[in-house]
């Protein structure tokens, strides 16, 4: 689970850990009267997304730049906010299309004399927690790790003491820090140790750290949550953000299957984790783009077919929907098909459906498809189903030459019930 900046910032500040005066706002008027509200010559207004990068971000189809900037009059507050919100921005952590901006955090700009990266995270290779820092504070700490690991030093940490005391000195005389400079950061470390082992964090990145004198400050802040111990993280499941993919993999997860967003136009439901990798291939090989990786265990009932296909028909961009189910063992293909009934009679089919169903009765199913579903197109084999499902999102065609041009409309309006148009 991710949490937004304003929201890491003030589970810091609940902590005891220094952070910049900010408010979190909606609207340019909130993001101005905010600023106002904070006080002093120098703000930061910042795009809420939950994806790295920001400061190098591009607004999509705007020649707008960067999703971090610095302001220094109040009417600027508001002018830059408007000129964020409502947009998506693309970063490197984004894909091409971006996340839409709908808040923005206003923040004052405090003066600093150096800058610093501090990062704790769960090591999966030791299987314990490990402390990153760096003198290269202010930018992405997974490019400086690729360009200049020399220049990031890696201490063991112990949840019960903390970080290696050894290994912390030597770091931070590398980085010629001493005195109270120094223990300014052995404490934040201890407090990000705390606050990881209280609150079941596996990342908790403070990029830049903020040195003046002997105190620091976080001046920005990512916190990754682990989604397997939410049941005990009441607090962190009150930040939850719907509306996000992530929100979407957490509501799969609860439902027993594995859900990844991946951006693209066909939207990809499988049974097996080996075949849904060899349906999202035959995709690329077609030309064509998944939208997701949907793997249902083999003992789902209807139910949880009809959740997984409410989540599917509910994300943006989708072209056609892809089912390919080899039923065996437990899983049963009439299953499927029952559920691809239900959903329809709630929510009508608004796209092109395209399903694959062999193995454990695979001709029943087959069988209600045609009968209660004509507008679903059933294919023999995966690539067909593959090549099928990529020419009906890119173009609402048929790949079959033998079907006449007007035949995606009349599956569409057979399938939602409409009354087909005549001449």
């Given at each position: 689970?991710?949490?937004?900046?304003?929201?890491?910032k003030?589970?810091?500040?609940?902590h005891g850990i220094?952070?910049?005066a900010?408010?979190?706002?909606?609207?340019?008027?909130?993001?101005?009267?905010?600023?106002?509200?904070?006080g002093?010559?120098r703000?930061?207004v910042?795009?809420?997304i939950?994806a790295?990068?920001?400061a190098?971000g591009t607004?999509?189809?705007q020649?707008?730049?960067?999703g971090?900037?610095t302001?220094?009059?109040?009417t600027?507050?508001?002018?830059e906010?408007?000129s964020?919100l409502?947009?998506?921005?693309?970063?490197?952590?984004?894909?091409?299309?971006?996340?839409?901006?709908d808040?923005v955090y206003?923040?004052?700009?405090?003066?600093?004399?150096r800058?610093l990266?501090?990062?704790?995270?769960v090591?999966?290779t030791?299987q314990s927690?490990?402390?990153?820092l760096?003198a290269?504070g202010?930018?992405g700490?997974?490019?400086?790790?690729?360009?200049q690991p020399?220049?990031?030093?890696?201490?063991p940490?112990?949840t019960?003491?903390?970080?290696?005391?050894?290994?912390?000195?030597?770091?931070?005389?590398?980085?010629g820090?001493?005195?109270?400079?120094?223990?300014?950061?052995?404490?934040?470390?201890?407090?990000?140790?705390?606050?990881?082992r209280?609150?079941?964090?596996?990342l908790?990145?403070?990029n830049?750290v903020g040195?003046?004198?002997?105190t620091c400050?976080?001046l920005?802040a990512?916190?990754?949550?682990?989604?397997?111990?939410?049941f005990?993280q009441?607090?962190?499941v009150?930040?939850?953000?719907?509306?996000?993919?992530?929100?979407n993999?957490?509501r799969a997860?609860?439902?027993?299957?594995?859900?990844?967003?991946?951006?693209?136009d066909?939207a990809?439901?499988?049974?097996?984790?080996?075949l849904?990798m060899?349906?999202l291939?035959?995709?690329v090989q077609?030309g064509?783009?998944?939208?997701?990786?949907?793997?249902?265990?083999?003992d789902?009932?209807?139910?949880?077919?009809?959740?997984?296909?409410?989540l599917?028909?509910?994300?943006?961009?989708?072209?056609?929907?892809l089912?390919n189910?080899?039923?065996?063992?437990?899983?049963?293909c009439?299953?499927?098909s029952?559920a691809?009934?239900?959903?329809?009679?709630v929510r009508?089919f608004r796209v092109p459906?395209v399903?694959?169903?062999?193995?454990?009765?695979?001709?029943?199913?087959?069988r209600?498809?045609?009968?209660?579903l004509?507008?679903?197109?059933?294919?023999?084999?995966?690539?067909?189903?593959?090549?099928?499902?990529?020419?009906l999102?890119?173009s609402?065609k048929s790949?079959?030459?033998?079907?006449?041009?007007n035949w995606?409309?009349?599956i569409?309006?057979?399938?939602?019930?409409?009354?087909e148009?005549?001449?």
């Open positions: 689970m991710n949490l937004h900046e304003y929201q890491a003030a589970i810091l500040r609940d220094a952070v910049p900010g408010r979190v706002a909606e609207t340019p008027a909130e993001a101005e009267s905010a600023a106002k509200e904070i002093g010559e703000w930061m910042k795009a809420q939950l790295g990068g920001r190098q607004f999509k189809g020649d707008l730049k960067s971090i900037r302001v220094t009059n109040l600027n507050v508001g002018t906010s408007r964020m409502g947009r998506s921005l693309i970063t490197p952590q984004t894909g091409p299309d971006g996340m839409l901006v808040r206003v923040e004052q700009a405090l003066p600093v004399e800058e990266a501090l990062a704790l995270l090591d999966e030791s927690l490990v402390l990153l760096s290269v202010g930018t700490i997974e490019a400086t790790l690729r360009d020399e220049a990031v030093a890696r201490i940490v112990s019960e003491s903390g970080p290696d005391a050894e290994s912390f000195d030597g770091a931070l005389k590398a980085l820090l001493d005195g109270r400079g120094a223990d300014s950061i052995r404490d934040l470390a201890r407090q990000l140790t705390a606050l990881a209280e609150l079941d964090f596996t908790l990145e403070i830049p040195l003046a004198g002997e400050t976080a920005d990512k916190i990754i949550a682990d989604d397997n111990a939410l005990r009441p607090l962190l009150g930040l939850d953000d719907q509306d996000d993919s992530a929100g993999r957490r997860s609860r439902d027993g299957f594995n859900y990844i967003r991946m951006g693209g066909v990809c439901m499988t049974v097996g984790a080996g849904s060899a349906t291939d035959t995709l077609f064509g783009q998944p939208a997701n990786f949907l793997d249902l265990p083999p789902s009932q209807v139910n949880r077919v009809t959740s997984a296909l409410e599917l028909l509910g994300g943006d961009g989708i072209g056609c929907l089912i189910v080899f039923g065996g063992g437990i899983m049963r009439d299953t499927v029952d691809l009934q239900v959903i329809n009679n009508p459906v399903v694959r169903l062999a193995g454990t009765n695979a001709e029943l199913a087959n209600r498809l045609r009968e209660g004509p507008g679903v197109v059933q294919a023999a084999n995966m690539a067909d189903a593959a090549r099928l499902a990529v020419q999102a890119r609402g790949a079959d030459p033998r079907a006449p041009e995606l409309k009349k569409i309006h057979r399938v939602t019930g409409q009354q148009e005549r001449d």
